[in-house]
């Protein structure tokens, strides 16, 4: 075998070691230089995997040798390596990122602690995204879970406390109603393997377990989502938390639970049996609620990375809402919007990090005349805003777009209206961040032009610069989730 | 499924939801720590128990058996174990920072004292 044989396996286990790495060398910039260096390979890594599913298709490794379905294997097909290529893309630009944002905001000492979690929180995500064995699945989704409590719990607020355990709580709660479903399907059918267990599910007659195990893994996965009206964890944690944390699980730690529940419909239970539970239904109001409640929430907050939370809410309603439409467009725009909002919202928490450091919080009152002091923050908080309300030319129309035609496929007119109102309260909430800070003279007169460090500021623009280019050129990402989603229903009963 | 089995899942059940109860109706967070501990363990009998075959041995082929139980749910919980001791571990250490921080651990006293500190 030769070496790219093994890339499966690699992309998680580069990230996990380097973890105990990190810790072993102490040194905050040994740690940094380690944990950046493995996220950088398990980017290359997560590109050649790409390449690979789209010239030989899936990709499946058995772990030491043994054969599926006795032994644990890696599966990745055109969904996963999407996820991966998001989620490894999302750290690489996060990390450095992350060197001057931390070093406000957590004890130095404890550095090299943070890098370490990091590591772990990427390493759980990328697993969850390349494992084809359920049981993996759960411990890789509480390995990342438990590493980003951790990360949370840095937030220099006391808050930031409350938080993780809140999230802690509800977190766990829904990792084992994951583990429920999983342990009932396994007695069904005798498997962990997902492939295995889905042949096997086709051959049972006792549809009662298997239905309930649809119910306790929808409903934990969306507690890991934050679909509304399950989503409390979310706000607080994603505005406590460092900013470097918010940017990074914000983009990716929800999005990985789409997968996983888009995963075990389509390619376990078979998208029959789930909708045939109303599973449709109850997603689609839901997400309509999430749209419509959840926006009208961001508006009135008075706390801009809180406003930025709940609009995260919102934007996980458009994703379900693509999920429950049981059609290949509908799916299709799930899964752009997941690419698309996580890189959206990963550029505005980073540009909000960097007007956090320098203005010192992310009150809407501490924002008041940003353009004056820091205007290129300002414009790209703007762009990533024009993103979140999907206006043409930026990635969030091109998954919005996508919606609407999922939505005019089935001819529900109703519900295509119901996306543009929403659309028009994420106008409202983006509305308050330029009134403030283009409208508002700043609270100190005297304050000077000063920009975030170079360090900060360089990748938070890159990133919004990217949602803008993918709104333009939209063959690499809609491509991609049209091809996946293909696959996924193709492959589904 | 015998009177043992259907035993079994009684009592799973019983800690499964008492212990999603004492996690949503207590304020103390160490007493919320203590209910969801109990409902994973429920989890971890729902997979042990099914795995007794009345009459079946340790996996050790012998000519004397020819029942088997699966040891594959144990290694699995000994894994769901290890997990949930970590989650037990962090949400305990969580608990004393807050502690330190606001000098209650009652859920209402936290938010009235952040209320009180705006």
Known sequence: MTLSAHFPVLQVVVPLVSAPLAVLARRATAAYAIVMFASWIAFGLAIALTMQVRSEGVVSYPIGNWPPPWGIEYRIDALSSFVLLLVSAVAAVVLPYCRRSIEHEVPREQHYLFYSMFALCLAGLLGIAATGDAFNAFVFIEISALASYVLIALGRDRKALVASYQYLILGTIGATFFVIGIGMLYLMTGTLNLADMSERLAATSDLRPVLTAAAFITVGMSLKLALFPLHQWLPNAYTYAPSAVSAFIAATGTKVSIYVLMRFYFSVFGAGLVFELAVGEVLLVLSLAAMFIASAIAVVQSDFKKLLAYSSVAQVGYITLGLSLESVSGLTASIVHLVNHGMTKAGLFMLVGGAVLVTGGSGMDRLAGLRRTMPLTSFGIVLGGLGLIGIPGTAGFISKWQLVLAAMERQEWWLVFAIVASSLLAVAYVWRFVEVAYFREPSNPADRRREAPATMLVPAVMVIAASIYFGLDSSLTLGGAATAADFLLGTSR | ?118
């Open chain 2, 1 to 118: 499924m015998n009177q043992f089995g259907a035993l079994s899942y009684a009592i799973t059940v019983f800690l499964m939801v008492a212990g999603l109860y004492i996690v949503i109706a207590r304020n103390n967070l160490i007493k919320t720590l203590v209910g969801l501990s109990i409902f994973q363990t429920a989890v971890y009998l729902l997979y042990i128990a099914p795995a007794k075959l009345p009459g079946g041995t340790a996996p050790v082929i012998s000519a004397e058996f020819d029942a088997y139980s699966s040891p594959l749910p144990h290694v699995l919980i000994l894994t769901a174990i290890v997990v949930g001791v970590a989650t037990m571990a962090l949400g305990l250490a969580i608990v004393v920072r807050i502690y330190e921080a606001y000098g209650t651990i009652e859920e209402d006293e936290i938010l009235n004292r952040d209320r009180e500190a705006r």
